[in-house]
């Protein structure tokens, strides 16, 4: 039964049930993310572009392409396509003190070791650049012991946070001092636009990388794993399954921070609650 006519609803293209539920099953394949009822609109609206930018008249050709393997190359922009970007600078604000004290605790007692970090789902990059802020307030220099991986399954947000460029309204939020310290004003054709400080910028390493790849090019221990909120897009059997492959990769006294609406004791029996939505080995 379609869920939209062109003749009922006056859309586009024509998207039935049979449709949402192929473009479910294929998502949960490829990135783990399990689409409930209500996105059925989100998905049309998104991946009607996909299929105006393909120039496909139908959802049915274009999913039978992806599947024959006909379009290999659309399949990252399938992927990122129904991706939820939400982020934002200091999203759930408590974390990040906590990060410091863990910082500095851990550099009094390995104080030749530089600190690991693994943020595992970066977005356009403000929370990797939000740990690299604080890191370089708890040490008071823009050089910390610090090398941070950040990485997310969709190619285009990687290419907006390693380009580290935003506009200038997306630091409302944010202290004076912080705004001075750590962002540079665009001028004349950039008015409007802020750069992250090319010093902050090398703190960070971005990299692509989809947590339900059978292989992870990644080198731990970490010190700290950021996974907030992702695990929210998965049923509990892939949480299951990434939290596992976490676990070797934290070291002794690592700490895992998820988000506000994750709860990951029901998961995993290696975890423990440190604090609120912050994790350690248990």
């Known amino acids: 039964m379609p869920l939209h006519t062109k003749q009922e609803t006056g859309k586009e293209f024509e998207f039935t049930r049979g449709d949402f539920e192929?473009?479910?099953?294929?998502?949960?394949?490829?990135?783990?993310?399990s689409l409930a009822d209500s996105k059925q609109e989100m998905v049309y609206s998104r991946l009607a572009r996909r299929?105006?930018?393909t120039?496909?008249?139908?959802f049915v050709r274009y999913l039978d392409g992806l599947e024959a393997g006909k379009m290999p190359a659309e399949w990252e922009s399938f992927t990122n396509a129904l991706t939820t970007n939400l982020t934002s600078f200091f999203r759930e604000a408590h974390h990040f003190p906590l990060l410091a004290e863990h910082a500095l605790k851990a550099r009094r007692?390995?104080?030749?070791?530089?600190?690991t970090i693994w943020c595992s789902a970066s977005s356009t990059g403000e929370e990797p650049y939000s740990i690299a802020?604080?890191?370089?307030?708890?040490?008071?220099?823009?050089t910390p012991p610090v090398s941070?991986?950040?990485t997310d399954i969709d190619t285009n947000v990687l290419a907006t946070a390693?380009?580290?460029?935003?506009?200038?309204?997306?630091l409302d939020k944010l202290e004076v001092e912080r705004k001075r310290r750590f962002f540079l004003k665009g001028k004349g054709a950039q008015e409007g636009l802020v750069r992250i400080r090319p010093e902050l910028r090398s703190l960070v390493t971005f990299r692509q990388l989809n947590l339900l790849a059978d292989g992870w090019d990644l080198k731990g221990p970490f010190d700290t794993i950021f996974c907030r909120n992702v695990m929210i897009y998965?049923?509990?059997?892939?949480?299951?399954?990434?939290?596992?492959r976490f676990v070797p990769l934290m070291k002794p006294d690592a700490l895992l921070f998820a988000g506000h609406s994750e709860n990951f004791l029901y998961v995993s029996d290696s975890l423990r609650l440190r604090g609120k939505t912050v994790y350690e080995l248990g």
Do not use: W
């Open 22 to 33: 192929r473009v479910r099953g294929l998502i949960y394949q490829r990135a783990g993310i």
């Open 51 to 53: 299929l105006r930018a």
């Open 55 to 58: 120039g496909i008249e139908s």
């Open 109 to 115: 007692q390995h104080p030749g070791t530089p600190l």
């Open 133 to 142: 802020m604080t890191l370089c307030e708890a040490f008071n220099t823009l």
């Open 148 to 150: 941070i991986i950040a």
């Open 162 to 170: 390693s380009a580290g460029v935003y506009p200038i309204e997306r």
């Open 234 to 244: 998965f049923d509990k059997a892939t949480q299951r399954k990434i939290l596992s």
